[in-house]
């Protein structure tokens, strides 16, 4: 069995770069996204959130109803007794016996004033109840129209990226499978600490990609010498040539544009 070749230097620095240029057009799709799928996910939070507040809303309405229809209770109630009572006194042997039912009719009669007192502030609480059940009702149609809205905007850039972005992933993972371990282990770390993601870049006008620092003509040849691995000294993104950069942009393209 033929012992495997070691790639050579200038192989390892277009396969970073191809691995790079796959993972930043992942990037660009997932940021075409954006906060989209998070603010779907709020959204529907919040939906449910109104929905639950209405449930309860409608829950406390219906004790309040409940409340009433007890105090109306207690009113027919009250109001039988001091008919009794007022029909006892018709046959009472003496005063104390009426005063005594007198007292009672009285107490009766307190009973329903506090029961209508009651039901003039439980129609108070439904009214105001209703006010608000009326304003989370308006809210929860506008969260809903929103939420709609965002839904198919996430689900039109999905369909349009879905089927790439999976393609891409595959390759990405192709290609870590192509570099050694130590580098692909620097590759995303340094991808990992730097905003836009790019830890491999060409030189552009004497400095590393994205960079205002000067690369010394020296540091220039032996990157374009493609003998080692050279990292900028500033940022520590792992630097290419252009001319390997734009065969590999070249390549890719086309393998992009077959997604």
Do not use: C, W
């Amino acid at each position: 069995m033929a012992k495997k070749t070691e790639a050579t230097v200038e192989e390892k620095l277009r396969t970073l770069f191809d691995l790079q240029l796959i993972d930043s057009r992942i990037d660009e799709i997932r940021n075409v996204r954006g906060e989209l799928p998070l603010e779907v996910e709020d959204l529907e939070d919040e939906v449910e959130g109104l929905k639950t507040r209405l449930e309860k809303l409608h829950g406390n309405l219906d004790e309040i109803h409940e409340q009433i229809s007890n105090k109306k209770n207690l009113i027919e109630e009250a109001k039988s007794l001091i008919k009794k009572y007022t029909e006892q006194q018709k046959n009472v042997r003496n005063n104390r016996e009426f005063n005594s039912l007198s007292k009672e009719i009285e107490y009766q009669e307190l009973e329903i004033q506090l029961a209508e007192k009651n039901i003039k502030e439980f129609k108070a609480q439904i009214e105001q109840k209703k006010e608000v059940i009326a304003q989370t009702k308006e809210k929860l149609s506008e969260r809903e129209t929103h939420l709609k809205h965002k839904k198919s905007e996430l689900n039109d850039i999905l369909a349009e990226t879905e089927k790439e972005e999976k393609a891409l992933m595959d390759k990405s993972a192709e290609y870590e499978g192509l570099i050694e371990p130590r580098l692909l282990s620097a590759y995303k770390r340094i991808r990992g600490s730097v905003k836009n993601g790019l830890a491999v870049v060409p030189i552009e006008r004497g400095a590393s990609g994205g960079s205002f620092f000067t690369i010394p003509p020296q540091v220039q040849m032996e990157i374009a010498s493609r003998k080692k691995i050279i990292t900028d000294e500033h940022s520590g993104r792992i630097l290419v040539d252009p001319a390997l950069a734009d065969e590999e942009k070249v390549k890719m393209d086309e393998m992009f544009s077959g997604f």
